[in-house]
């Protein structure tokens, strides 16, 4: 069965750093481009980063610079290494398969985890 | 990051048809035909329901169905189920920055 399960998230304090991982399997993460997408309670859906085939990785601006995301080919799982959290960084954070086209455009997001809850407060 | 815009809400009976629109820019839906949907239920993860504009993935019914006009993209529930009754995101690629955005998000209700 193709899917994708999340762990990692927790209450931490602001200010703080988690680590989320991403566990793939009925499919290889090496030949995929894999996405983190984050919906804070009662809002919609957020794109926060992408990481590619080849190793290359993409942010949206409001974590550019204090998330990394980052894959593990021997594992088959996929990382959100956030760092500096924020109270509005507070959200359900999914991990989902991207496929893509041929030049490198995300097409759509086809399998998504069930989440994993981040909560930053003191 | 700007998302793209929806309604917040729609409604229809059973039976009836029901249209999101999702409004863009010439960065995003108007200048790539990847405009995809997702369906999301409390609780629960999205799930694509379209992708490319109009395709539709293996399982889901052909009472949804994709359209793209200039920088809008739009969703078509035909035969509203009780079932339908979920948070609707439009989402596209863009040449902006932030590479993928998603729609504000419409709630559709069965009535």
């Known amino acids: 069965e193709v899917q994708v399960v999340e762990s990692g998230g927790d209450l931490i304090q602001p200010g703080g750093s988690l680590r989320l991982s991403c566990a793939a399997s009925g499919f290889t993460v090496s030949s995929n481009y894999m996405s983190w997408v984050r919906q804070a309670p009662g809002k919609g859906l957020e794109w926060v980063s992408v990481t590619y085939r080849g190793g290359g990785t993409s942010y949206a601006d409001s974590v550019k610079g204090r998330f990394t995301i980052s894959r593990d080919n021997s594992m088959n799982t996929v990382y959100l290494q956030m760092n500096s959290l924020r109270a509005d960084d507070t959200a359900v954070y999914y991990c989902a398969r991207a496929p893509v086209t041929s030049s490198g455009v995300l097409t759509n997001m086809d399998v998504w985890g069930q989440g994993t809850t981040v909560t930053v407060s003191s | 990051q700007s998302a793209l815009t929806q309604p917040p809400s729609a409604s229809g009976s059973p039976g009836q048809s029901v249209t999101i629109s999702c409004s863009g820019t010439s960065s995003d839906v108007g200048n790539y035909n990847y405009v995809s949907w997702y369906q999301q239920h409390p609780g629960k993860a999205p799930k694509v329901i379209i992708y490319?504009?109009?395709e539709r993935p293996s399982g889901v019914p052909d009472r949804f169905s994709g359209s793209k006009s200039g920088n809008t993209a739009s969703l078509t529930v035909s035969g509203l189920l009780a079932e339908d009754e979920a948070d609707y995101y439009c989402?596209?690629?863009?040449?902006?920055?932030?590479?993928?955005?998603f729609g504000t998000g419409t709630k559709v209700t069965v009535l």
């Open positions: 989402s596209s690629y863009t040449n902006r920055n932030n590479f993928y955005v």
């Open positions: 490319e504009v109009s």
